[in-house]
C-alpha cells in the first residue's frame, strides 16, 4: 500500500454491516484488496486522519484494516457483502 493511496469512503449500508458485525464480536471472512482472505473477529470501528479502519483480533493479535481495502466480508447472519464506495 502507497502512502499516496488517497482514502475512498465505503457505503453506509456496508459501513452499518460492519458496525453490527462489530457489536456483536462476529467471526467475519474478509477478503481483501490485496488477494488476502482471513477470518477474524470484528472488533471495532474507528477513524484516523480521515481514513476508516477496522479493527479485527485472529490468534489473540489485532489487526487495522483500511475499509477501502476490503473486498468483501461475509458472516451466516448477513451473508457476503460486496464492499461498494459512496
Not at 27 to 53: C, I, N, P
Request: with cysteine.
Amino acid at each position: 500500500m502507497s502512502m499516496t493511496d488517497e482514502y475512498q469512503p465505503i457505503n453506509c449500508d456496508d459501513y452499518d454491516n460492519l458496525e453490527l458485525a462489530c457489536q456483536h464480536h462476529w467471526v467475519l471472512t474478509l477478503v481483501l484488496r490485496e488477494g488476502e482472505t482471513l477470518e477474524a473477529k470484528a472488533s471495532d470501528l474507528f477513524s484516523r486522519k480521515q481514513v476508516e479502519y477496522l479493527l479485527v483480533e485472529k490468534d489473540g493479535e489485532t489487526r487495522e484494516l483500511r475499509l477501502d481495502h476490503i473486498v468483501s466480508f461475509s458472516h451466516p447472519k448477513i451473508g457476503t457483502i460486496e464492499i461498494s464506495h459512496s
